[in-house]
């Protein structure tokens, strides 16, 4: 067996039959080896490709995960490569595919049927609906995301908006005000401490064609946009994870199996660094969520259309360095978080 760093990367499986978390060690390199799986209790949508950022959400030692395909949510402890149970909960709606946690409170989107976000705390080990929670979220909702200081919750709208809450001291949504995306088919999204949001655009999977936006919060549910939508050249932005430092973005582009990578200046706005900072299986649709391992040294990046996940050595100044793949996830996988 590799010597272990130390870190863990979470993937769910999506199974329409059951959902499960396969869990994979970091070893010395920032390598994957593959240890167990654990079932969620749940099921997942069975489809090959989950259309959302942040199904596997890791704070923490505990990690969440929707499922898409029994409307409910799963909380377990994390311990390395070990997880236990603490709860699983109906999620407030239909096919939950987006978690955001703060603290206690944990919000869950709903995207199916009439989509909503829901409120939940987590009171010792279980997850508890806060009353009066949930708020309607748009039309065709991608992901849902917790300012850092907690006063303001996020969700992305296909149809080119981005919705905005207040969140009071109890962790309720208040104020709504739905801003007009820079670009086209806003998707995922990253927040840096200061409040400055970087969100990926799919530009209608136009090819080419995708881009990404910056904005900076202001009060709770007021967002300044920064920079507008600057283009990729590439095709379907979906994902964006901001660095450790806060200098640089990944965006994933579904399209082409790329990583292209911007830059962010201390005032938010964003510059294309690399169109094709990293590949995965050039040429070849399929990658989606991606995640920072909690040094910052690693990004992982999942590709659902092989069932692998690639990994890749981040430099001090941004750039990725391949260092291989893990492989044998099913078709469905969907979502991944690191240690």
Same mark, same amino acid.
């Given at each position: 067996m590799k010597e272990q760093a130390g870190g863990f990367v979470y993937v769910q499986t999506n199974g329409a039959?059951?959902?499960?978390?396969?869990?994979?060690?970091?070893?010395?390199?920032g390598e994957l080896e593959r240890l167990h799986s654990y079932l969620t209790g749940g099921k997942g949508s069975g489809e090959p490709h989950l259309p959302s950022q942040s199904s596997v959400v890791l704070d923490g030692d505990r990690l969440f995960v929707t499922n898409a395909g029994s409307d409910d949510l799963t909380a377990f402890t994390a311990r390395g490569d070990k997880l236990?149970?603490?709860?699983?909960?109906?999620?407030?709606?239909?096919?939950?595919?987006?978690?955001?946690?703060?603290?206690?409170?944990?919000?869950?989107?709903?995207t199916g049927g009439k989509p909503n976000v829901t409120g939940f705390v987590l009171e010792s080990d279980r997850l508890v609906t806060v009353k009066g929670s949930s708020r309607k979220a748009g039309t065709d909702p991608a992901q849902v995301a917790v300012s850092p200081d907690g006063r303001t919750l996020l969700v992305t709208d296909r149809v080119d908006k981005i919705h905005a809450f207040a969140v009071d001291a109890d962790g309720h949504l208040r104020d709504h005000v739905t801003h007009e995306s820079s670009g086209a088919t806003p998707y995922g999204l990253d927040l840096r401490a200061d409040g400055v949001l970087v969100v990926a655009e799919a530009a209608g999977a136009q090819i080419g064609k995708a881009s990404a936006s910056s904005y900076k919060l202001g009060e709770p549910a007021q967002l300044a946009p920064v920079s507008?939508?600057?283009?990729?050249?590439?095709?379907?932005?979906?994902?964006?994870?901001?660095?450790k430092?806060?200098?640089?973005?990944?965006?994933?582009?579904?399209?082409?199996?790329?990583?292209?990578?911007?830059?962010i200046d201390a005032e938010g706005a964003i510059a294309l660094r690399e169109a094709v900072a990293a590949?995965?299986?050039?040429?070849?649709? /399929?990658?989606r969520d991606e995640?920072? %391992?909690?040094? !910052?040294?690693? $990004?992982? *990046?999942?590709h659902a259309d092989t069932?692998?996940?690639?990994?890749?050595?981040?430099?001090?100044? /941004?750039?990725?360095?391949?260092?291989? %793949?893990?492989? !044998?996830?099913? $078709?469905? *996988?969907a979502g991944l978080a690191a240690s």
């Open positions: 039959d059951h959902n499960e978390v396969v869990v994979f060690a970091r070893r010395t390199g236990e149970l603490l709860d699983r909960v109906g999620s407030g709606g239909s096919a939950p595919r987006s978690v955001a946690v703060h603290g206690e409170r944990v919000y869950v989107l709903n507008g939508a600057v283009g990729s050249t590439r095709s379907e932005v979906c994902w964006a994870v901001i660095s430092d806060g200098r640089t973005v990944f965006v994933t582009n579904f399209g082409d199996g790329t990583i292209s990578t911007y830059a590949t995965t299986v050039d040429g070849t649709p /399929g990658i995640a920072l %391992s909690s040094d !910052g040294e690693y $990004l992982y *990046a999942l069932g692998s996940v690639f990994g890749w050595k981040v430099s001090a100044g /941004g750039e990725l360095s391949a260092i291989g %793949s893990a492989n !044998g996830l099913p $078709l469905t *996988a």
